[in-house]
């Protein structure tokens, strides 16, 4: 029977393969739309498009790394490849980011003719395509807890915006005429602009997850509330939580009766930690320390 993390792993890889094939078939129509069509936003865009294929491979392979079991010389897997495969995913947007940039001021500089009408058509139906493209990948991010699939949702969600940039561009220098040929490379600049943005957006959450920022209350919380439903456990104490790729690392502080054996301590640890296995299966690793409830009566304060 395949398990969940295995399911969420599979939708994950199917994901990120739908976006590499999306990629390659916009980047070849919009380099083919902007080179007949006179329009360097749309270069722009399939620039960007460009590099998506590369980071979507990268993306694929840190997945499929990810998902290694454990083993002797990484006891907690290794799903913190994912927020660095992040990082590497933001380095070519900005890259990206930065080349847009540059060929935009350049293209500024020189005459050029106007954009082709044609162009406007291409772009709208790429707008509405990179959008629905967001939102499936973006769904499958949240359903499979992946970071990097994050990052990927990211990179249709700015594909979209600087398409959406290019269209206004070019839709002003066709209206206004002779004069604004240029504005449709004023829309690539801005967004550039739009894409280093986006890069903050994918690059925090991964830092988080690499510095092992507390940022799961949500989950500390149905952490808390089934743990007092096992049969011993009094209350919860401290609750630590760190992500590695698609799971949860737990270091949970449980109160239990400070007259019980140490062998009855470590069966109710034990029901403890099945017990948060089987009702959150996105945690891998519980760490439990058993906390007698009469030392910690002792250790507050009088009032």
Same mark, same amino acid.
């Given at each position: 029977? /395949?398990?969940?993390?295995?399911?969420?792993?599979?939708?994950?890889?199917?994901?990120?393969?739908?976006?590499? %094939?999306?990629?390659?078939?916009?980047?070849?129509?919009?380099?083919?739309?902007?080179?007949?069509?006179?329009?360097?936003?749309?270069?722009?865009?399939?620039?960007?498009?460009?590099?998506?294929?590369? +980071?979507?491979?990268?993306?694929?392979? &840190?997945?499929?790394?990810? *998902?290694?079991?454990?083993?002797?010389?990484? =006891?907690?897997?290794?799903?913190? $490849? /994912?927020?660095?495969? +992040?990082?590497?995913?933001?380095?070519?947007?900005? $890259?990206?980011?930065?080349?847009?940039?540059?060929?935009? %001021?350049?293209n500024m500089q020189r005459p050029?003719?106007?954009?082709?009408?044609?162009?406007?058509?291409?772009?709208?139906?790429?707008?509405?395509?990179?959008? #629905?493209?967001?939102?499936?990948?973006?769904k499958k991010s949240e359903e499979?807890?992946?970071?990097?699939?994050?990052?990927?949702?990211?990179?249709?969600?700015?594909? +979209?915006? +600087?398409?959406?940039?290019?269209?206004?561009?070019?839709? $002003?220098?066709?209206?206004?005429?002779?004069?604004? !040929?240029?504005?449709?490379?004023?829309?690539?600049?801005?967004?550039?602009?739009?894409?280093?943005? *986006?890069?903050?957006?994918?690059?925090? =959450?991964?830092?988080?997850?690499?510095?092992?920022?507390?940022?799961?209350?949500?989950?500390?919380?149905?952490?808390?509330?089934?743990? %007092?439903?096992? =049969?011993? #456990? #009094?209350?919860? !104490?401290?609750?630590?939580?760190?992500?590695? &790729?698609?799971?949860?690392?737990?270091?949970?502080?449980?109160?239990?009766?400070?007259?019980?054996?140490?062998?009855? &301590?470590?069966?109710?640890?034990? @029901?403890? !930690?099945?017990?948060?296995?089987?009702?959150?299966?996105?945690?891998?690793?519980?760490?439990?320390?058993?906390?007698?409830? !009469?030392?910690?009566? @002792?250790?507050?304060?009088?009032?």
């Amino acid at each position: 029977m /395949e398990s969940l993390n295995d399911q969420s792993h599979l939708s994950a890889r199917k994901a990120v393969i739908f976006s590499m %094939i999306s990629n390659l078939f916009l980047a070849a129509i919009k380099w083919l739309a902007g080179f007949f069509g006179n329009s360097y936003a749309l270069i722009a865009d399939a620039i960007e498009s460009t590099t998506d294929i590369f +980071t979507s491979l990268l993306v694929l392979l &840190g997945l499929s790394y990810a *998902n290694k079991p454990a083993d002797e010389n990484h =006891p907690y897997g290794h799903g913190k $490849v /994912e927020p660095l495969v +992040t990082f590497l995913v933001v380095l070519f947007l900005i $890259v990206s980011a930065g080349v847009i940039a540059w060929q935009s %001021i350049l293209n500024m500089q020189r005459p050029h003719e106007l954009p082709k009408p044609f162009t406007l058509i291409v772009l709208g139906l790429i707008i509405v395509w990179k959008e #629905i493209s967001y939102r499936y990948v973006n769904k499958k991010s949240e359903e499979s807890n992946s970071t990097s699939l994050k990052a990927e949702a990211w990179h249709h969600r700015s594909d +979209t915006i +600087t398409s959406l940039a290019a269209f206004i561009g070019i839709s $002003v220098a066709l209206f206004l005429g002779k004069g604004y !040929e240029s504005a449709d490379d004023l829309a690539a600049l801005l967004a550039s602009g739009f894409i280093l943005y *986006n890069c903050y957006l994918i690059f925090r =959450p991964a830092l988080g997850e690499i510095m092992d920022e507390h940022l799961y209350e949500d989950l500390v919380a149905d952490i808390r509330s089934i743990s %007092i439903l096992v =049969p011993g #456990i #009094i209350d919860t !104490e401290k609750c630590f939580v760190r992500k590695a &790729g698609m799971k949860y690392h737990i270091d949970l502080h449980a109160i239990v009766n400070g007259s019980m054996s140490v062998r009855e &301590g470590h069966r109710i640890a034990h @029901n403890l !930690e099945d017990s948060l296995k089987k009702a959150l299966p996105v945690i891998s690793h519980v760490i439990i320390h058993i906390e007698p409830e !009469e030392e910690l009566e @002792n250790m507050r304060p009088n009032h």
